[in-house]
């Protein structure tokens, strides 16, 4: 399965999702693509198209978020929503899924996740 991760800029994402994406077991068992981890400049709306889940953290808004999963409906590829507690998020994301998690930290985002993706 091809994941794609969509985030905002606006907080440490390598520390607080790619890290503990690339070093937990899920690593092994999905194909992630995190945009931003080589520091390479990609297509992402080609990557997003032939992916199966945009997994989306969305504690933080982001306008180029908000367009990469405005992608992912028009492709109807299932996006996943996840949230830091108590964070605010946009009231829009109720038209793009029904699926949604909140954690409080990467360990129970992981597990969350991992809940999630062998159902």
Known sequence: ?????????????????????????????????????????????????NSDLILAE???????????L????????PILCVSKENTKISGSLKYLTQDFITYSDSKDLINKIRIFLNK
């Open 70 to 77: 405005g992608w992912a409906n028009i492709f109807k590829i």
């Open 58 to 68: 969305v504690s933080f808004p982001s306008t180029g978020q908000g367009i990469e």
């Open 1 to 49: 399965m091809k994941i794609y991760v969509s985030h905002s800029r606006d907080f440490d994402f390598n520390q607080d999702l790619y890290i503990p994406i690339r070093m937990s077991d899920l690593n092994n068992q999905f194909n992630f693509f995190l945009p931003h981890e080589d520091g390479k400049s990609v297509d992402t709306k080609e990557i997003i198209q």
